[in-house]
């Protein structure tokens, strides 16, 4: 595929999808599914984007806290929650959509941190495949663990896949949760309840960007 340009590749898709539509036993020519292909391949291309980035890439650029600002036995941990994302099942090329909530605990001689919109960033690039729910949330995991190093991570995943609402048992209220833990998080349970407890206190921020603040 690589010899292909981009716009190639998308024509390519495109008449393909013509034929799919015919398959479905569409009229692929009818004037409301005239642009239908070209759409659909474009709309793949953007659900596919991640295929092309190195989610690590957002990583790379970390922050660091002043030693003089870590106390040395310290296990504060930072959590950010409810990074939302959109995905597509790998087996059913369905949608699923959630919400992504990760705690780390830094590394207290390297001190890494990193900024929030990198979460949001690299969260976006692995969902921007196609994706397996239990894989993307270690995939995640392991992404943090390796760049920034913590004494500790764990990721918290929620979503609801298309798949389950608009075929076979259309469970309409059923989501998903998994998790990956890595270092302190996979040793010690209190440092997770203590999460959850951080997440069920958290503010409630929805009208936070639209509300004056004085
Ligand atoms: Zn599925």
């Not at 495109?14 to 239908?36: I, M, Q, Y």
């Not at 793949?44 to 970390?62: N, R």
């Not at 298309?162 to 309409?172: I, K, S």
Request: with cysteine.
């Amino acid at each position: 595929m690589s010899d292909l340009t981009k716009q190639e590749r998308r024509n390519k898709i495109a008449s393909l999808l013509h034929e799919v539509l015919r398959l479905l036993g569409e009229n692929p020519e009818r004037e409301d599914l005239k642009r239908t292909p070209g759409r659909w391949a474009d709309s793949l291309f953007a659900y596919m984007e991640g295929i092309e980035v190195d989610p690590e890439s957002h990583l790379k650029v970390v922050f660091q806290i002043d030693q003089d600002e870590c106390i040395p036995t310290s296990e504060d941990m930072i959590v950010v929650d409810n990074i939302q994302f959109t995905s597509t099942c790998e087996h059913h090329v369905a949608p699923f959509r959630g919400v992504a909530h990760i705690a780390y605990i830094p590394n207290l001689k390297t001190r890494r941190v990193a900024g929030l919109s990198k979460f949001s960033r690299l969260i976006r690039v692995y969902a921007r495949r196609l994706q397996l729910q239990e894989r993307m949330t270690q995939q995640i995991a392991a992404a943090i663990d390796k760049h920034l190093d913590p004494q500790g991570v764990i990721v918290v995943v929620q979503a609801v896949h298309f798949c389950t609402l608009q075929r076979g048992v259309e469970q309409n209220s059923s989501s998903m949760l998994t998790t990956a833990r890595r270092g302190l998080f996979s040793e010690r349970p209190e440092l997770e309840n203590k999460f959850q407890q951080y997440l069920s206190m958290r503010l409630d921020t929805s009208g936070v960007s639209s509300s004056v603040v004085n």
